[in-house]
Structures are given as structure tokens and as C-alpha cells.
């Protein structure tokens, strides 16, 4: 069966390739992730998903099976942090986390030309207090600038963590088992 994995994700690729599918084909699918008047966090994240992969079913030139594509977003305070837009976002993101815990939701939708299913999984995670010195230590990487929230829980920033509650994967970008459970419900 031919899988496409509409993100460009490199820790999306790997962590599909943990649920044991190692031939797929990657799509960068930029599509708009501006979400008007979201309610919730499954809603505003299942919503990106949704367009990733729609996007990909609507323009791939190639036969395939099915479509996976994912979403990720940090939420505190009734706002959604995704990929900060430089270094002085990243502050701002990571000063707001320090010593709180947030959500982080992730939604995978598969889908082919036929149907498509959105599901969403959320994590709690719970960050130590932070100095400023530490933040700009860390900003000072370049990790931050390419994740949601201005962190990745794999990487350097897994320092800061207290404590989660939910599943791991979900933060770090593809919730393994459900999106296997998924991909299983379409014939893969």
C-alpha cells in the first residue's frame, strides 16, 4: 500500500516509521493555519490536520492509498502557541510556560479519496520554573524556533519538564498508537 505523509516534519517521519511503516512518501503541504473563532483545542488542531490532508489528496499526481497528516499546538492560557516567529516570540512562549502546566493537543487525520477521520490526543505537560538566562540559553540553539511553543520535549528542553500526563508522542508531534489504530481502519 502506498502511504503519503503530508508533513515535513522530520520527527513525524520518524516516529511513523516506529508504528512499523517504513515505505511512505513525503508531501510538504503548506496550507493556511490561521483558525478562526476556535473553541477548543481539538477543534483548532483537527482543523490544520484536516487541511494538510486534504491538500494532499486534492494535488498528488500519484496513485496512493491513503494520506496521514498531523497537527500539533501548545495551549496556555486560552491561546495557541505554535512555531514561534523568532527568537523574541520563542521568549515570550517559553516565559509563559515556565513553571505552569499547558496542553499540548495533536490531531492525525488519514484519509484517501473517499473518506477522511480526524481524531485528536491530549497531553499535559508540566514545565519547572525558568530563568531568563536559561530561555535564552536554549533559545541560543536554534531547537525552539521550529516547534510548537518554542520547545521540543525530545530535545533540550526535556530539562524543563516536571511531569506529563498523556501521551508523549502526542507532544512530540504523532501520537504512535493512534494513528496506527488509524492506519489499521484503512486497510494498512
Known sequence: MSIILASASPRRRELLELSGR?????????????VENWTSSAQFVREIARRKAQHAIDTMARDFDVVISADTAVFVDGKALGKPNGPGEALDMLTALSGRTHEVCTAVCVGNKERIEVRHQSTLVTFRPLTRDEILEYIATGEPLDRAGAYAIQGGAARFVTGIEGDYFSVVGLPVCMSDQMLKEFGV
Do not use: L
Open 22 to 34: 517504513e515505505e511512505f512518501y513525503v508531501m510538504n503541504c503548506n496550507v493556511d493555519e490561521t
